[in-house]
């Protein structure tokens, strides 16, 4: 069952819409980074779909990290980073049957044809995205997508899926081929694998992406060996001495070679719209049957020529587009509700459901998020409800049967002093989350810790949460200072605790006094504060004990910092104990790596729009401007710095004309990064 939902647009402001391109990005490090959603496919697109509104209605408020800058995920630090030749990209998504008729308007308005468009639909696999170089036939690199532009060297654990050539006999005189396609898990192996797991005592997986995505960031390649990957191809990056025609061509050539492809009753070359819209609905009707994870089916213009007219919006090509499957909604029964304490202090309701299976996969409880949503929803302990999953680790409670409502319910309310050290609970006027008012509350610290420890902070490899929950217990762990001052013998005072895991815990520590201002920045936890905006903050000021003494009016000329942003650095500020012990960490514990000078960033700040047919692709010019820092936009507009034009260059150039835009050839742009480099 499928239930309707209100949909109410977002107050709009520049506030909103830096909130939520530090949410999406949020979103994006768990689900791509982590492996560990924190919302459905359903959610994260509505969001997504709210930030593209916006920066269309709002050109001007676009920043350089904005998520439709730039494809979602990025490179683990454990791993070498491999640069792609050509970006891997992300797809816009739709759930509508709707939206394929429409994306087949945008594509013949874009190009300027009322021409039928022949399309080339494959199934969209829940897997992981990697791309394999070839040389000369042999199988060099493989790489993870990343941030789209930069992955993961996994080389060592691809080589080990039996499914992938590992020599291609028709390529030994072909110095580069790239094949891109997706890391997956068979259904029924991916029920063994869970088996095995549990029977070893280890933690199962959520589902079959998230078991692949994690069994290919792991760095030993025994554990990718004994497990079930499989790999599907899908398409090609750099292809030398190839000039392709069509995306079936590609789809072919791929199959020639030896990879697993989309077989023919699972893929079409369709006609038009129709034809697409009636392979969506008959993949729909297979799709339990089929030995793997799918979410939807992607849906490309076939021809290459046409691909390369139509180039790039955003992140996504204008060729391409996934139409998702809806949501498969199941009943259960909301057993309890209990709030759960945070970093920031926030309460999170979580409801605890009677166990149920939705989409393959046992779900037993969901987030409720706050207050308001529990009221808007009207969800009450003991209320049969209806829950999704899509696909994703995390579900949710999309809605009350209200008929099956036990006479005696009542409505449920967040309590007003905190479930774990029992202080009053404060709720802001403007803001949805309660929050424990008590700084030192247990449940604050051991969170801020395990802030404070992970990968994109500190990076205390060998300090888990289990450790810190100890150090907190038994009192040596009140300030972020102590993780220096923790000596040998009180380690191994520790339950479980030998020689060994202690040096190794010692070790990790150790290593962590080497990092980033901008690392420090965020670990410390300042609400609102992101990587992104540790980042910022780390550019501007030259240590953290000048942050310390910043202005309101010092922080709001930063570019992603807002007035609510900066009131929060502000307030932590205003916190002794907390500069304090920052500043203990900085003058005597840390050392900080020096700053490196921006290179290759001519283009930084400035706005572009391409129009015409230039020497180049349109994805290649994109990639290039932004290669040098620049900002390729979509629209004209008053404040657009430069219009990049080729033959055949249509209304733009008008426009550009009227509003005095510069306007630049493409050898023009080649000039002046040439010219500013030399200056350098």
């Given at each position: 069952?499928?239930?309707?939902?209100?949909?109410?647009?977002?107050?709009?402001?520049?506030?909103?819409?830096?909130?939520?391109?530090?949410?999406?990005?949020?979103?994006?490090?768990?689900?791509?980074?982590?492996?560990?959603?924190?919302?459905?496919?359903?959610?994260?697109?509505?969001?997504?779909?709210?930030?593209?509104?916006?920066?269309?209605?709002?050109?001007?408020?676009?920043?350089?990290?904005?998520?439709?800058?730039?494809?979602?995920?990025?490179?683990?630090?454990?791993?070498?980073?491999?640069?792609?030749?050509?970006?891997?990209?992300?797809?816009?998504?739709?759930?509508?049957?709707?939206?394929?008729?429409?994306?087949?308007?945008?594509?013949?308005?874009?190009?300027?044809?009322?021409?039928?468009?022949?399309?080339?639909?494959?199934?969209k696999?829940?897997?992981?995205?990697?791309?394999?170089?070839?040389?000369?036939?042999?199988?060099?690199?493989?790489?993870?997508?990343?941030?789209?532009?930069?992955?993961?060297?996994?080389?060592?654990?691809?080589?080990t899926?039996?499914?992938?050539?590992?020599?291609?006999?028709?390529?030994?005189?072909?110095?580069?081929?790239?094949?891109?396609?997706?890391?997956?898990?068979?259904?029924?192996?991916?029920?063994k694998?869970?088996?095995?797991?549990?029977?070893?005592?280890?933690?199962?997986?959520?589902?079959?992406?998230?078991?692949?995505?994690?069994?290919?960031r792991?760095?030993?390649?025994?554990?990718?060996?004994?497990?079930?990957?499989?790999?599907?191809?899908?398409?090609?990056?750099?292809?030398?001495?190839?000039?392709?025609?069509?995306?079936?061509?590609?789809?072919?050539?791929?199959?020639?070679?030896?990879?697993?492809?989309?077989?023919?009753?699972?893929?079409?070359?369709?006609?038009?719209?129709?034809?697409?819209?009636?392979?969506?609905?008959?993949?729909?009707?297979k799709?339990?049957k089929?030995?793997?994870?799918?979410?939807?089916?992607?849906?490309?213009?076939?021809?290459?020529?046409?691909?390369?007219?139509?180039?790039?919006?955003?992140?996504?090509?204008?060729?391409?587009?996934?139409?998702?499957?809806?949501?498969?909604?199941?009943?259960?029964?909301?057993?309890?509700?209990?709030?759960?304490?945070?970093?920031?202090?926030?309460?999170?309701?979580?409801?605890?459901?009677?166990?149920?299976?939705?989409?393959g996969?046992?779900?037993?409880?969901?987030?409720?998020?706050?207050?308001?949503?529990?009221?808007?929803?009207d969800?009450?302990?003991?209320?049969?409800?209806?829950?999704?999953?899509?696909?994703?680790?995390?579900?949710?409670?999309?809605?009350?049967?209200?008929?099956?409502?036990?006479?005696?319910?009542?409505?449920?309310?967040?309590?007003?002093?905190?479930?774990?050290?029992?202080?009053?609970?404060?709720?802001?006027?403007?803001?949805?989350i309660?929050?424990?008012?008590?700084?030192?509350?247990?449940?604050?610290?051991?969170?801020?810790?395990k802030h404070?420890?992970?990968?994109?902070?500190?990076?205390?490899?060998?300090?888990?949460?289990?450790?810190?929950?100890?150090?907190?217990?038994?009192?040596?762990?009140?300030?972020?200072?102590?993780?220096?001052?923790?000596?040998?013998?009180?380690?191994?005072?520790?339950?479980?605790?030998?020689?060994?895991?202690?040096?190794?815990?010692?070790?990790?520590?150790?290593?962590?006094?080497?990092?980033?201002?901008?690392?420090?920045?965020?670990?410390?936890?300042?609400?609102?504060?992101?990587e992104?905006?540790?980042?910022?903050?780390?550019?501007?000021?030259?240590?953290f004990?000048?942050?310390?003494?910043?202005?309101?009016?010092?922080l709001?000329?930063?570019?992603?910092?807002?007035?609510?942003?900066?009131?929060?650095?502000?307030?932590?500020?205003?916190?002794?104990?907390?500069?304090?012990?920052?500043?203990?960490?900085?003058?005597?514990h840390?050392?900080?790596?020096?700053?490196?000078?921006?290179?290759?960033?001519?283009?930084?700040?400035?706005?572009?729009?391409?129009?015409g047919?230039?020497?180049v692709?349109?994805?290649?010019?994109?990639?290039?401007i932004?290669?040098?820092?620049?900002?390729?936009?979509?629209?004209?507009?008053?404040?657009?710095?430069?219009?990049?034009?080729?033959?055949?260059?249509?209304?733009k150039?008008?426009?550009?004309?009227?509003?005095?835009?510069?306007?630049?050839?493409?050898?023009d742009?080649?000039?002046?990064?040439?010219?500013?480099?030399?200056?350098?």
């Amino acid at each position: 069952m499928i239930m309707d939902r209100d949909r109410h647009s977002p107050e709009i402001s520049k506030e909103k819409y830096i909130e939520l391109v530090n949410e999406i990005h949020k979103l994006d490090y768990h689900y791509f980074v982590l492996d560990r959603p924190l919302k459905s496919d359903y959610e994260y697109d509505q969001l997504w779909n709210q930030l593209i509104e916006m920066e269309a209605a709002h050109p001007e408020w676009i920043i350089e990290q904005s998520p439709s800058r730039r494809v979602s995920g990025e490179a683990l630090a454990s791993f070498r980073k491999v640069t792609h030749r050509f970006p891997m990209l992300s797809l816009s998504n739709s759930y509508s049957i709707d939206d394929i008729a429409e994306f087949e308007k945008k594509v013949k308005r874009a190009l300027g044809s009322e021409d039928p468009i022949e399309y080339f639909v494959e199934p969209k696999y829940d897997g992981l995205a990697v791309e394999l170089v070839y040389e000369h036939g042999l199988l060099k690199v493989a790489s993870t997508r990343g941030d789209g532009s930069v992955g993961e060297d996994v080389t060592h654990n691809i080589k080990t899926i039996r499914v992938i050539p590992f020599i291609i006999e028709a390529l030994k005189q072909v110095p580069v081929f790239e094949v891109r396609g997706e890391i997956l898990i068979f259904k029924s192996d991916f029920l063994k694998l869970n088996k095995e797991q549990e029977e070893a005592g280890q933690s199962i997986f959520a589902n079959p992406r998230n078991a692949a995505a994690g069994t290919i960031r792991q760095l030993d390649s025994k554990i990718a060996a004994a497990r079930p990957l499989r790999f599907y191809a899908y398409g090609i990056g750099q292809t030398d001495g190839f000039a392709f025609r069509s995306q079936h061509e590609i789809h072919q050539t791929l199959k020639k070679f030896n990879f697993p492809v989309a077989s023919l009753e699972d893929c079409s070359v369709c006609k038009s719209a129709q034809d697409v819209i009636q392979f969506y609905e008959g993949l729909h009707q297979k799709r339990s049957k089929l030995p793997f994870e799918i979410d939807g089916i992607v849906i490309k213009v076939n021809s290459l020529n046409l691909q390369n007219e139509l180039g790039l919006v955003a992140r996504s090509p204008r060729w391409a587009t996934a139409a998702k499957y809806p949501p498969e909604q199941v009943e259960t029964v909301i057993q309890d509700i209990v709030v759960q304490v945070g970093r920031t202090g926030a309460l999170t309701p979580v409801a605890l459901m009677a166990p149920v299976k939705v989409s393959g996969v046992t779900v037993a409880q969901a987030t409720l998020h706050n207050q308001d949503e529990i009221d808007r929803k009207d969800i009450r302990i003991g209320d049969a409800v209806w829950v999704q999953r899509a696909g994703d680790v995390i579900p949710e409670v999309v809605g009350v049967i209200i008929s099956q409502r036990p006479p005696d319910s009542i409505p449920f309310k967040i309590p007003e002093h905190c479930p774990i050290c029992g202080s009053q609970v404060e709720k802001p006027p403007n803001e949805a989350i309660s929050r424990c008012s008590n700084k030192r509350c247990p449940a604050i610290l051991k969170e801020s810790f395990k802030h404070f420890v992970s990968r994109r902070a500190m990076n205390l490899e060998k300090v888990g949460d289990r450790l810190i929950e100890e150090l907190v217990e038994v009192n040596l762990l009140r300030r972020f200072s102590d993780f220096y001052k923790i000596k040998k013998d009180q380690l191994l005072s520790l339950d479980r605790k030998g020689e060994k895991s202690v040096a190794n815990i010692l070790e990790s520590i150790e290593k962590s006094r080497h990092t980033q201002l901008s690392r420090f920045i965020y670990a410390l936890g300042i609400r609102f504060v992101g990587e992104q905006t540790a980042k910022s903050l780390s550019t501007h000021y030259s240590s953290f004990q000048a942050l310390s003494h910043s202005t309101e009016e010092e922080l709001l000329l930063i570019p992603d910092i807002g007035p609510r942003v900066a009131q929060a650095i502000l307030a932590a500020m205003k916190d002794e104990d907390f500069v304090c012990d920052a500043l203990e960490l900085e003058t005597k514990h840390l050392i900080f790596e020096r700053k490196e000078s921006l290179t290759g960033m001519q283009l930084q700040s400035k706005t572009f729009v391409i129009t015409g047919t230039l020497p180049v692709s349109r994805d290649e010019a994109t990639h290039w401007i932004e290669a040098h820092g620049g900002k390729v936009l979509s629209s004209i507009s008053s404040k657009l710095n430069y219009l990049v034009v080729g033959d055949d260059a249509g209304s733009k150039l008008d426009k550009a004309q009227k509003l005095s835009i510069p306007i630049l050839s493409w050898e023009d742009l080649q000039t002046m990064v040439q010219t500013s480099k030399a200056r350098e």
